[in-house]
């Protein structure tokens, strides 16, 4: 069984700091990675898609990053901000083409 | 461009009812995802659509949950009868095509609470 691991499952900063989330992966034939956005009674938003030919994506203050050979990836968020408070989700589209998502990390950023 | 819509937003039933979710892609768009996102835990894909046709249904528990994609827009996911272990987020998505490279557009989904 192909599974998606997050870590961690919840975080607390303050505003400003610079975070990073991680995000590992068993299937080693992925044709991308993605990071999505969820807030509370609302649906998923796409925040950054990582082809499996590259290494990394930016936008914003937000930069992924993919490494296939270890089944690694990790989202660096710059300077947070209290409006980044949501659960970010990872999720790869492997052979089957169809989505698989880990189980989140909740990020809140305090005042 | 108008997103995904998805309604009821919140239902609440009693077990062994029955209850039907209903989804709207975004215009054009010929794949249609139904997933099921229990608290604490990432979304899992019941079903997908091309057009009214069935991709993949593997996931979907068909003893008790359909769906159908009538003329290849709309879409309805029903339980019946529900179990208290359905009590989830269904979150409907929807895009251009079924291919790898495509982003999946997320509704806003429909909270489900079985007592």
């Known amino acids: 069984k192909q599974e998606v691991t997050q870590i961690p499952a919840a975080l607390s900063v303050p505003e400003g700091e610079n975070l990073v989330l991680n995000c590992s992966f068993t299937?080693?034939?992925?044709?991308?990675l993605q990071w999505f956005r969820q807030d509370p009674g609302k649906g998923l938003t796409s925040l950054l898609l990582?082809?499996?030919?590259?290494r990394e994506q930016t936008s914003g203050r937000l930069n992924a990053s993919l490494d296939k050979s270890s089944g690694r990836s990790t989202l660096y968020i710059a300077a947070s901000q209290p409006g980044d408070s949501a659960t970010y989700l990872c999720?790869?589209?492997?052979?089957?083409?169809?989505?698989?998502f880990g189980t989140g990390t909740r990020l809140q950023v305090t005042l | 461009e108008a997103g995904v819509a998805q309604s009821p937003r919140y239902k609440i039933i009693e077990k062994r009812q029955s209850v039907a979710f209903w989804c709207n892609p975004i215009?054009?768009?010929?794949?249609l995802y139904w997933y099921q996102q229990i608290l604490g835990q990432g979304p899992k894909l019941l079903i997908q659509?091309?057009?009214?046709?069935?991709?993949?249904d593997s996931q979907l528990p068909k003893d008790r949950f359909s769906a159908e994609r009538l003329k290849g827009v709309d879409s309805t996911l029903k339980i019946q009868p529900a179990k208290l272990e359905d009590s989830a987020v269904y979150l409907c998505?929807?895009?251009?095509?079924?291919?790898?490279?495509?982003?999946?557009?997320f509704g806003p989904g429909t909270r489900l609470l079985v007592l």
């Open positions: 998505a929807s895009s251009l095509s079924a291919g790898a490279r495509e982003t999946q557009y």
């Open positions: 990582i082809q499996s030919s590259q």
């Open positions: 215009s054009g768009h010929a794949t």
């Open positions: 999720a790869y589209t492997g052979t089957a083409s169809k989505l698989t």
């Open positions: 659509f091309q057009n009214n046709g069935v991709v993949d």
């Open positions: 299937d080693s034939a992925i044709y991308n």
